[in-house]
């Protein structure tokens, strides 16, 4: 089982900035794709962004100019940066992780870690 441990949530005021990270473990094989979704209270969980092992990068239109998803594959780490945080951003931010060994797609999640936005 591939563990995601994420760290950087908070509070913060808008306009603000926070980096979350993410960093996967005991994987027997590469990861694919790693990125984060979030959820709010009453609210599905969506997609923030997404990025696969060759760097290609996908972002949520709500986010894009705003939030920036890296990763290091060496460490198995990817984080995200966010700038210009709005009250509306306020959620609890989940880690994915997509690992495809063979013809079998295995999709492991984080535990979240809470990101609050005040006016």
């Known amino acids: 089982q591939v563990q995601l441990v994420e760290s950087g949530g908070g509070l913060v005021q808008a306009g603000g900035s926070l980096r979350l990270s993410c960093s996967a473990s005991?994987?027997?094989?590469?990861?694919?794709?790693m990125g984060w979704y979030r959820q709010a209270p009453g609210k599905q969980r969506e997609l923030v962004a997404t990025i696969t092992n060759g760097g290609t990068t996908n972002y949520a239109d709500s986010v894009k100019g705003r939030f920036t998803i890296s990763r290091d594959n060496a460490k198995n780490t990817v984080y995200l940066q966010m700038n210009s945080l709005k009250p509306e951003d306020t959620a609890v931010y989940y880690c994915k992780a997509s690992v495809t060994p063979f013809i079998y797609a295995y999709v492991y999640w984080g535990q979240g870690t809470q990101v609050t936005v005040s006016s």
């Open positions: 005991g994987s027997k094989f590469s990861i694919n794709t």
